[in-house]
């Protein structure tokens, strides 16, 4: 039997069994969406899961990039405080591992008239040691012992012991 142009065959429901007079004249047998659609769900969730938890893995990692590099920041600002008020290095390499960690290294340097503190360390964490991240901060300043630091005639305060 033929079906004639332009007839509209009304659909069953998904799930509903084709009639034998529906096979007969030729209609597709109804698919039951509910049985092959079984299971698809845990699929995705186990497809998408590997990439959000890589996503969480990388933003904790820049979360700690960004707490380490704030705390060693902060120990170069107090070890140039400590150069500039004449400390010895060894107190400066105690004040900088007090604020920036135990991990941070310090390195003290002089240069005409300058004096520079540079902290690196590593960030922490099972990603960020997997990974060689290594965070650097710089503070300089200029000696505020006597003769040779205080604002002088045509220095800027930022001169005068300031960072840059």
Do not use: H, Y
């Amino acid at each position: 039997m033929t079906r004639s142009a332009g007839v509209l065959t009304p659909r069953k429901p998904p799930g509903v069994v084709a009639s034998t007079a529906a096979r007969i004249n030729g209609d597709p047998e109804p698919v039951d969406r509910t049985v092959n659609a079984r299971g698809t769900v845990t699929a995705e969730f186990a497809v998408a899961l590997p990439a959000v938890l890589g996503l969480l893995a990388m933003l904790l990692a820049g979360a700690a990039a960004g707490m380490t590099q704030l705390r060693i920041e902060e120990g170069a600002r107090a070890g140039a405080r400590a150069l500039a008020r004449g400390e010895d290095p060894a107190t400066v390499q105690r004040t900088v591992r007090t604020l920036a960690g135990a991990s941070a290294s310090a390195s003290v340097s002089a240069d005409a008239g300058w004096f520079n503190v540079t902290v690196t360390d590593r960030v922490p964490g099972p990603l960020g040691s997997s990974i060689p991240w290594t965070l650097t901060a710089r503070a300089s300043t200029r000696s505020e012992t006597a003769g040779t630091g205080g604002s002088g005639a045509g220095e800027s305060p930022s001169d005068a012991g300031g960072f840059r």
